[in-house]
């Protein structure tokens, strides 16, 4: 496979604030790479050295095959990319700015732009600033899709969206891929990467903790439940469950950390009278905490 980013050693401090270290990534054409990890962790500046919006204290990136700081024109050329956090023009339309954007690229293909526009039920006739989090981010995806790059370089593209719409940024990923197109995405959200992507690498503290099929991190999912009885329950019945850890009890209620299946849990607690069941998935954040709570990091956080 042709690799579409490469990076070796690469590595970013704000004085003396760490930003990455050595990072050593390769992500080939063809597929959704996510990039993982908490907020903090150093996604966002990834993506600034990719785009050499930003330089690297050390180490080196290659987009295409091109160094990115060399000749970061012939790259942009060939992208879309939305940044995590973006201001526009706020007395355009959303329509003006979506079409300011084709104009710099010297022209898009109107149809491709208009299903894009209908499909993630944007009204462009508004201003910018009359715009939710939600329909900003929709003018962002929009802008850096209409032009059918070879790689999008999306930083948490789902936020601020409704969950229909997520639906659809999926569909609009999958369509780009099967198109020949190549996508890194940040998230801190693991389910998401489950629906998206191929392959990821975890990021905690600006190093690359993990890199594995999106398959291979299943493992690492969990779910946070909280059982609350009409009387006393002993503990001691959940505690010998497979996949079972991390159970407190609290009066007539016991909170318990699952991986994997749920059904002995639930099986478990229909021996009882059970007044309540909540269950939860875990942020990405929280599970980091819970998987990588050794020390790693080398200065305090920064992007």
């Not at 992500?27 to 993506?47: C, D, Q, R, W, Y």
């Not at 956090?85 to 109107?110: C, H, K, M, P």
């Not at 370089?153 to 891929?177: H, N, W």
Request: with cysteine; proline share 5%; hydrophobic share 40%.
């Amino acid at each position: 496979m042709t690799a579409v980013i490469q990076t070796d050693k690469l590595t970013k401090f704000y004085g003396i604030h760490r930003g990455i270290v050595d990072v050593d990534l390769e992500i080939n054409s063809g597929e959704v790479f996510g990039f993982l990890g908490p907020n903090g962790a150093g996604k966002t500046t990834m993506i600034r050295i990719l785009l050499d919006l930003i330089r690297p204290t050390s180490g080196h990136s290659r987009v295409f095959g091109i160094e990115s700081s060399a000749d970061p024109v012939a790259i942009h050329r060939r992208i879309g990319y939305l940044p995590g956090e973006f201001s526009l023009y706020d007395r355009l339309t959303g329509g003006q700015t979506i079409e300011y954007f084709a104009n710099l690229r010297g022209g898009v293909d109107r149809a491709y732009q208009a299903s894009l526009i209908e499909r993630f039920d944007l009204d462009p006739s508004r201003r910018f600033k009359e715009y939710s989090k939600g329909n900003k981010q929709k003018v962002g995806l929009v802008a850096a899709l209409q032009n059918k790059p070879e790689l999008l370089l999306l930083d948490e593209p789902t936020s601020g969206l409704d969950p229909l719409v997520q639906q659809t940024f999926f569909a609009v990923l999958r369509e780009a891929v099967a198109g020949g197109g190549t996508v890194f995405l940040s998230s801190h959200i693991l389910s998401e990467a489950e629906k998206a992507c191929d392959r990821v690498a975890i990021i905690r503290d600006g190093r690359i903790v993990r890199v594995d099929r999106v398959d291979a991190l299943r493992d690492l999912a969990h779910h946070q439940v909280e059982l609350r009885f009409a009387g006393p329950v002993p503990a001691a019945e959940f505690e010998m469950l497979p996949g079972v850890s991390d159970v407190v009890a609290t009066d007539h209620t016991l909170r318990l950390r699952v991986s994997g299946p749920i059904t002995p849990v639930v099986r478990a607690a229909a021996k009882f009278e059970l007044l309540d069941f909540v269950s939860r998935e875990p942020s990405l954040e929280e599970t980091f905490l819970a998987e990588y709570s050794e020390p790693a990091g080398s200065g305090p956080a920064s992007r």
